[in-house]
């Protein structure tokens, strides 16, 4: 199903500054797009960006993707790994670097960091690895307008507040609502379409907060709904001590029934998972 974005946001959206992608990343993509394309090309435009070419690196040879032999260039990793594999994760560290830095989001970029590791580690538990990619870079864009709000939005300060004690749930969603005429998750959205992510995940990004009844209803396609699931399984695995429950509380059962497990069964890959990232 597509997003839906009233006219009334439109016209409060044609004022919002949503960054753009950085150079390295357009020219990978446009050499993504060819029959056949050069790795050496692409290598190189990933390694003329120094903060995007490290953090890949890092993001690669981290426990979400651990290899028994460490990747040691850029070139390596799309030998290795493959383009396929590489272009998430490097659109996932350029969404990064694109954004203004700014102190009070020292421990959302803390979090979002370890959500996307657990996204990704989930992805594999549940036998997916297909989507582990793709998954880590949901784990970093499905928040992503939070400092896009911040940056445009001073007076957002109080709801990363408020979000920072009680957690991210429908109550933020109508806050940012009544205050700012729009919300992150729709803002994230567009940010997903201007980046050129996947359909399946832009309107993973813009539902994600809409999840009661969700895995019942056609809103989403089949591969969106296992992106919902592995998100918020790994939200809870991260988040669970920050928040008070409510939003795992109200799609812990519709996973369990849409992933055919059991409460042991979700309780143990929990565990796992945060083994690894801990």
């Known amino acids: 199903m597509a997003i839906s974005v009233t006219a009334a946001e ?28 050069d790795v050496a090309i692409i290598a190189k435009a990933i ?27 850029i070139e390596q990793a799309v030998m290795i790994l493959g383009l396929k594999r590489v272009f998430p994760i490097v659109k996932a560290v350029a969404l990064k670097s694109a954004m203004q830095q700014n102190p ?16 990704a580690l989930v992805a594999k538990q549940l036998d997916k690895p297909q989507l582990a990619d793709n998954a880590y870079m949901l784990g970093l864009f ?9 940056q445009n939005y ?5 709801v990363l507040s408020k979000a920072s004690e009680d957690g991210w749930d429908y109550h933020i969603i109508q806050m940012e609502r009544d205050f700012f005429g729009t919300t992150h998750t729709t803002i994230g959205a567009l940010l997903g379409q201007q980046w050129k992510l996947a359909k399946d995940l832009v309107e993973v990004i813009y539902y994600q907060h809409d999840a009661s009844g969700i895995f019942s209803s056609d809103e989403l396609s089949k591969v969106g709904l296992w992106m919902l699931a592995t998100l918020k399984i790994a939200r809870h695995i991260v988040l669970s001590e920050f928040d008070d429950g409510t939003e795992w509380d109200i799609v812990q059962d519709p996973i ?17 998972v945060a083994a690894e990232i801990a």
């Open 10 to 37: 439109k016209k409060i959206l044609q004022n919002v500054d949503i960054p753009p992608r950085p150079e390295a990343l357009l020219k990978v993509t446009d050499e993504a797009r060819k029959p056949e394309p």
């Open 47 to 73: 390694a003329s960006d120094i903060s995007i070419s490290a953090a890949v690196l890092q993001v690669v040879n981290s426990a979400a993707f651990r290899r028994a032999r460490e990747i040691e260039s």
């Open 104 to 119: 009070l989001l020292d421990d959302f970029w803390n979090n979002a960091n370890k959500i996307a590791q657990a996204c």
């Open 142 to 150: 499905h928040s992503a307008a939070v400092p896009v709000m911040l």
């Open 154 to 158: 001073p007076e957002y300060e109080k």
């Open 256 to 272: 369990l029934e849409f992933l055919e497990l059991e409460d042991g069964d979700l309780a143990y890959i929990c565990q796992q």
